[in-house]
């Protein structure tokens, strides 16, 4: 079946403008999670909604970033007046209940020139 | 707070040699932990978990993780490595019972097989 998809996989903005990632979990799915890479790290934990709600928003940096679930399925991650800071890969992931195993999208490059 | 130290961040093995990638966490409750891979071009995937049970976990591809309670650990080992391992090795964990569901990642493992 379909795994968990990301777009776009690549983006490439200006310091100060906004933008928005979106990530389709796999179907059925309750729980969806957001994770930042940077180069030569592993995955740094954002958010994660159990449904339409925010379960835990602790790994947000600043309010800056910000992210929606509203049906319960596609997620958006929003990030306003983007850093140089902000590059990075976006990584989804999704599992089918809450502490189950997470599986992971392909990511969303992010650079900020 | 949760940490995961992942002590070896590049490892080049010949084709066949045995492999052992050392994860250690902080945190003193009720822990799951994880083993993912990331080939090259391609995205993150499960190699193995433990959740309870037997501390010894199998996963695919002839990977095995034992979880050292006293230790604190997690160490990935396979026997004999094929140049299609070459990968790299991110070790996870979350705080069990419910507690949190987030993934605390170490930094990861550069690993490289010559054939």
């Known amino acids: 079946g379909a795994g968990v998809s990301q777009t776009p996989s690549n983006k490439v903005t200006e310091k100060g403008k906004y933008v928005e990632l979106r990530c389709d979990p796999i179907?059925?799915?309750?729980?969806l999670y957001w994770y930042r890479q940077s180069l030569g790290q592993g995955p740094e934990f954002l958010i994660y909604f159990q449904g339409t709600g925010a379960a835990d928003d602790s790994g947000l940096p600043n309010d800056r970033f910000f992210a929606v679930r509203p049906e319960g399925s596609v997620s958006t991650l929003k990030i306003q007046r983007t850093e140089r800071g902000d590059s990075a890969v976006y990584l989804c992931?999704?599992?089918?209940?809450?502490?189950?195993?997470?599986?992971f999208g392909p990511g969303t490059r992010l650079t900020v020139l | 707070a949760q940490s995961v130290s992942q002590h070896n961040h590049h490892v080049i093995l010949s084709e066949a040699a045995s492999l052992e990638l050392g994860c250690n966490y902080s945190y003193g409750g009720t822990v799951n932990l994880f083993w993912y891979v990331q080939y090259p071009g391609q995205h993150l995937q499960l190699l193995l978990k433990?959740?309870?049970?037997?501390?010894l976990v199998k996963g695919i591809k002839g990977f095995e993780a034992e979880f050292i309670k006293s230790k604190f650990s997690f160490n990935l080992r396979k026997p004999s490595v094929q140049w299609s391992d070459t990968a790299e090795y991110f070790c996870?964990?979350?705080?069990?019972?419910?507690?949190?569901?987030?993934?605390?990642f170490g930094t990861g493992t550069l690993l490289a097989v010559q054939p």
């Open positions: 433990y959740f309870s049970g037997d501390p």
């Open positions: 996870a964990v979350n705080a069990g019972g419910g507690a949190t569901n987030k993934l605390i």
């Open positions: 179907s059925g799915h309750t729980a």
């Open positions: 992931a999704s599992s089918l209940m809450e502490a189950d195993t997470q599986y």
